[in-house]
């Protein structure tokens, strides 16, 4: 295929238009969306006007005025069709891992007489940090973690929560969601979800596939900006039984009563804990508007067939110097691929140089993630022949490509 032919692919793409939301640059090729969603055009425009008019101006009034006071919940909504469930069952807040420990903690507390947290060896560090602080908070509880194809048959009566990540941070595999709920209500174990790797770029079904619990990050695929806040999902048949170990006046039912007991708010605002950070809030709401228009199965769509394309690039060009150490079946995995070299993290370095932007994970693999609102055929040609220049050459054998940095 010749880059005219490429540039045929990207033309027919009927997601193409929605690129121009976004402020990319000339001479860098973003293949970094599943760590750090690109800039919106909509968001500096946005915040200065929070920033300027509803604060500089409007001050403490804007609660009520601009209504900062249901943003938690008002933007939530903006992911309703995004993952697949209810505007009432999904809420804005904190970070991704308060979130997940708040929810893990709850689904715990709900589940008495069951000790064990099942969780997968190779889920992100996070997860398994979360789970293991728990553990200190509720010695009777203890987190169980096994080898990926383990997971259904260790799922037992003693299973409180079932708890992964749908989409690895590494590998890309994607579990089959629907199946593992099933399987884990059959046994009475509740299911807690992290799609940080899967929410805008793969279909999800929270309400369809049985889901009980979940959470993701805001910054992502979701576009909201370094340290967005992240969403949380309660499926609505557990809001009334589930109640935030964290409880704050934000979560009350009446914050403004300020009353000296906590009474949970009836619905899903009683897993909000505090003030909401209202400038981060409205970052996130000017990422989320960038899917207006776009259906879900158009984005799932469209990330299966530049993730392909991408690996029968690399392959085609870069021979056995690299081997996928992603899924090739497109339904096995989610955005974003992986390959493997001895010299990774040096590979990436050079690809970066050349204005490719993916990432490294140890300890041997480069990233590449394809975010399907604004990656094209074209940046995943470009980069397949980047690095298939840089490996032929060894390109990356130079100390500053050595050289590790802090952040990676
Ligand atoms: C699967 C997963 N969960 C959670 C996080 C991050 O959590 P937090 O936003 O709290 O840093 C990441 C990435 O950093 C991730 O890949
Ligand atoms: N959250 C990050 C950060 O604060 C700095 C650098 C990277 C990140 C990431 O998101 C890492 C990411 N979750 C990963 O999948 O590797």
Redo the contacts with the bound molecule.
């Keep these: 295929m010749n880059l005219e032919q490429v540039r045929t692919l990207d033309a027919a793409d009927r997601l193409r238009p929605v690129r121009d939301r976004f402020v990319l640059r000339d001479g860098v090729i973003y293949l970094d969306g599943n760590?750090l969603g690109a800039l919106p055009k909509a968001t500096a425009p946005h915040l200065a006007e929070v920033v300027e008019r509803q604060w500089g101006e409007d001050l403490i009034t804007s609660w009520n005025k601009h209504g900062w006071i249901d943003w938690p919940q008002r933007i939530a909504a903006k992911l309703a069709p995004i993952v697949g469930a209810k505007p009432n069952e999904l809420l804005i807040a904190d970070?991704?891992?308060?979130c997940?420990f708040k929810l893990l903690a709850a689904a715990v507390a709900a589940q008495p007489g069951r000790s064990s947290i099942l969780t997968e060896e190779a889920?992100?560090p996070?997860?398994l940090y979360a789970a293991q602080g728990l553990a200190t908070l509720r010695p009777d509880v203890r987190p169980r973690t096994v080898p990926r194809e383990d997971i259904p048959s260790a799922i037992d009566q003693d299973t409180a929560v079932l708890f992964l990540?749908h989409v690895d941070?590494r590998s890309g595999l994607r579990h089959d969601m629907a199946a593992l709920n099933e399987t884990a209500h059959a046994m009475g174990a509740l299911t807690l979800w992290?799609l940080?790797?899967s929410a805008g770029a793969v279909e999800l079904e929270l309400n369809r596939s049985g889901c009980d619990l979940a959470?993701?990050?805001g910054?992502?695929y979701l576009n909201g900006g370094p340290?967005a806040p992240?969403f949380l999902y309660v499926s609505e048949r557990l809001q009334g039984r589930l109640q935030s170990p964290l409880s704050g006046w934000m979560g009350h039912a009446a914050p403004f009563a300020f009353a000296g007991k906590y009474e949970p708010a009836p619905d899903i605002r009683r897993f909000l804990t505090g003030t909401p950070s209202i400038l981060a809030l409205a970052a996130l709401d000017a990422g989320l508007d960038t899917f207006g228009g776009v259906a879900v199965a158009d984005l799932e769509a469209k990330s299966q067939e530049l993730t392909r394309f991408f690996i029968e690039a690399v392959e085609d060009r870069c021979g056995s110097e690299t081997q996928l150490a992603s899924p090739r079946d497109p339904k096995a995995r989610g955005s974003h691929v992986c390959f493997a070299h001895p010299q990774g993290y040096a590979v990436m370095q050079a690809l970066i140089a050349r204005g490719i932007v993916g990432d490294f994970r140890p300890p041997d693999l480069i990233r590449f993630g394809f975010a399907p609102l604004y990656n094209g055929y074209e940046d995943a040609w470009h980069a397949a022949d980047a690095l298939a220049a840089i490996l032929s050459t060894r390109e990356w054998d130079r100390p500053r490509f050595l050289e590790w940095q802090k952040v990676t």
């Design positions: 760590s970070s991704t891992t308060v997940l889920n992100f996070t997860d990540t941070y992290d940080s790797h959470v993701g990050c910054y992502k340290g992240a």
